[in-house]
């Protein structure tokens, strides 16, 4: 096994949990680091003992296989596809690109330079949402109906020191926190195939709460309470909400309705947590044994297993392919809002290959 050589672009916020897991990934070798903070980028590679290379450099440096693109959503695309004209493979984070548009060529230039493109949610593949799928394809409540998702929080700009990108295109409750609950229904249920909604924007003003930033008025671009029906290809149903305007709520998280009983889903946004069902015989809850997914996972995981997937010559699993169809979703549900209209979904795929409990990505 050889391992994929990792240049990382954007260290910011998120880095620090993927630096956390990919010492304990032996099929991935952190190689580089650079950011368009360079004294950052210094900084970091010097905790990280790696090389701090400009962006330029780390493009165009032949030790370097795939770059990790922790970039903010604006960048991603752009990001991304010069990683793929420098001939490296490349792994974001979400969402894929700001909308289909400007990811279709992103994944057209992999495609032509036989490249991979992966993206987060990573999530999916740990013990949480695995066990959920495991539960619902077993039968264990009987024949699926619906799924029914609310996220909602008071906005990023309470904890993020730098919480600007959430509030333009790219970001919203929708792009940021979609791609978590949209890529684990897919995971569920398999592809969306028609979408509607309804998005607004509150009067709300935001100002930065934590950090150098404190105190500074943010822009608002996007809509911050959305509200979708989507359908999908099996005729299944998701209702969702996602919301940057909520103070508090009791709403659930995550749960799917079944002929025999109901699942509650752990939070997408992790890798672990219970899976819980209550069935018709005594409409209790109770808690499933984890018997899928990666156990002890965190950020990283989806590349190594796109590192071996390129190895191996198999899918890998955190596909640009779901991120587009997700992406797609997102986007739908934005200009169904706007038309009041359905939206049809353009793209489809297959439900990725299921996590077997006990493995690992740099083995499976
Ligand atoms: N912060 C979180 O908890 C979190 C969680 C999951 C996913 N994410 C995702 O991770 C991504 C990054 O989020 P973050 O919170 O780390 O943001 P951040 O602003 O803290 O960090 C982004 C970094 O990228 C650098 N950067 C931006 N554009 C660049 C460019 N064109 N070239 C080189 N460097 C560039 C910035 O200088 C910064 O250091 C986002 O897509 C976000 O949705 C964040």
Same mark, same amino acid.
């Given at each position: 096994?050889?391992?994929?050589?990792?240049?990382?672009?954007?260290?910011?916020n998120?880095?620090?949990?993927?630096?956390?897991?990919?010492?304990?990934?032996?099929?991935?070798?952190?190689?580089?680091?650079?950011?368009?903070?360079e /004294?950052?980028?210094?900084?970091?590679?010097? /905790?990280?003992?790696?090389?701090?290379l400009?962006?330029?450099?780390?493009? =165009?440096d032949?030790?370097?296989?795939?770059?990790?693109?922790?970039?903010?959503?604006?960048?991603?695309?752009?990001?991304?596809?010069?990683?793929?004209? #420098?001939?490296?493979?490349?792994?974001? /984070?979400?969402?894929l690109?700001?909308? !289909? *548009?400007e990811?279709e060529?992103? +994944?057209?230039?992999? /495609?032509?330079?036989?490249?991979r493109?992966?993206?987060?949610?990573?999530?999916?593949?740990?013990?949480?949402?695995?066990?959920?799928?495991?539960?619902?394809?077993?039968?264990?409540?009987?024949?699926?109906?619906?799924?029914?998702?609310?996220?909602?929080? !008071?906005?990023?700009? &309470?904890?993020? @020191?730098?919480?600007?990108?959430?509030?333009?295109?790219?970001?919203? @409750?929708?792009?940021?926190?979609g791609p978590?609950?949209?890529?684990?229904?897919?995971?569920?249920?398999?592809?969306? *195939?028609? %979408?509607?909604?309804?998005?607004?924007? #509150?009067?709300r003003?935001?100002? %930065?709460?934590?950090?150098?930033?404190?105190?500074?008025?943010?822009?608002?671009?996007?809509?911050?309470?959305?509200?979708? +029906?989507?359908?999908?290809?099996?005729g299944?149903?998701?209702? +969702?909400?996602?919301?940057?305007?909520?103070?508090?709520?009791?709403?659930?998280?995550?749960?799917?309705f079944?002929?025999?009983?109901?699942?509650?889903?752990?939070?997408?946004?992790?890798f672990d947590?219970? %899976?819980e069902?209550?069935? =018709?015989?005594?409409?209790?809850?109770?808690?499933?044994?984890?018997?899928?997914?990666?156990?002890?996972?965190?950020?990283?995981?989806? &590349?190594?297993d796109?590192?071996?997937?390129?190895?191996?010559?198999? !899918?890998?699993?955190? #596909?640009?392919?779901? =991120?587009?169809? %997700?992406?797609?979703?997102?986007?739908?549900?934005?200009?169904?809002?706007?038309?009041?209209?359905?939206?049809?979904?353009?793209?489809?795929?297959?439900? @990725?290959?299921?996590?077997?409990?006990?493995?690992?990505?740099?083995?499976?």
């Amino acid at each position: 096994m050889s391992a994929l050589r990792i240049g990382v672009i954007g260290v910011g916020n998120i880095s620090t949990q993927y630096f956390a897991h990919i010492p304990n990934l032996p099929n991935l070798e952190l190689v580089a680091v650079a950011d368009m903070n360079e /004294e950052r980028a210094r900084e970091v590679a010097a /905790e990280q003992g790696v090389r701090a290379l400009t962006v330029d450099e780390l493009l =165009a440096d032949a030790g370097i296989d795939a770059v990790l693109n922790l970039t903010i959503p604006q960048a991603h695309a752009a990001i991304g596809i010069r990683a793929l004209q #420098s001939g490296k493979h490349v792994y974001g /984070e979400k969402p894929l690109a700001l909308d !289909p *548009a400007e990811a279709e060529p992103l +994944l057209a230039l992999a /495609e032509q330079k036989g490249l991979r493109v992966g993206s987060a949610p990573d999530t999916v593949l740990g013990t949480g949402i695995q066990t959920a799928r495991k539960t619902l394809d077993d039968g264990t409540i009987g024949r699926p109906i619906a799924a029914a998702i609310h996220w909602s929080a !008071p906005g990023h700009e &309470l904890w993020h @020191p730098a919480p600007a990108f959430y509030y333009q295109p790219g970001g919203g @409750p929708l792009l940021d926190m979609g791609p978590y609950y949209l890529t684990s229904i897919v995971t569920l249920f398999g592809p969306i *195939a028609r %979408v509607s909604g309804v998005a607004t924007t #509150s009067s709300r003003e935001r100002r %930065v709460a934590t950090g150098p930033l404190a105190g500074t008025a943010i822009p608002v671009d996007v809509a911050t309470h959305v509200s979708a +029906l989507l359908e999908h290809e099996n005729g299944l149903t998701t209702t +969702l909400t996602v919301s940057f305007d909520v103070w508090k709520s009791r709403a659930p998280l995550f749960e799917v309705f079944g002929t025999e009983g109901t699942m509650a889903v752990p939070d997408p946004n992790r890798f672990d947590g219970d %899976v819980e069902i209550a069935l =018709a015989a005594t409409r209790e809850w109770e808690t499933v044994p984890v018997s899928a997914g990666w156990a002890d996972s965190g950020r990283g995981f989806g &590349l190594a297993d796109m590192a071996r997937a390129i190895e191996t010559d198999r !899918p890998h699993r955190a #596909s640009g392919a779901m =991120a587009f169809h %997700v992406l797609e979703v997102m986007d739908g549900i934005l200009r169904a809002a706007a038309d009041h209209s359905v939206v049809e979904i353009g793209s489809t795929l297959e439900r @990725p290959e299921a996590v077997p409990l006990d493995s690992t990505p740099a083995t499976w």
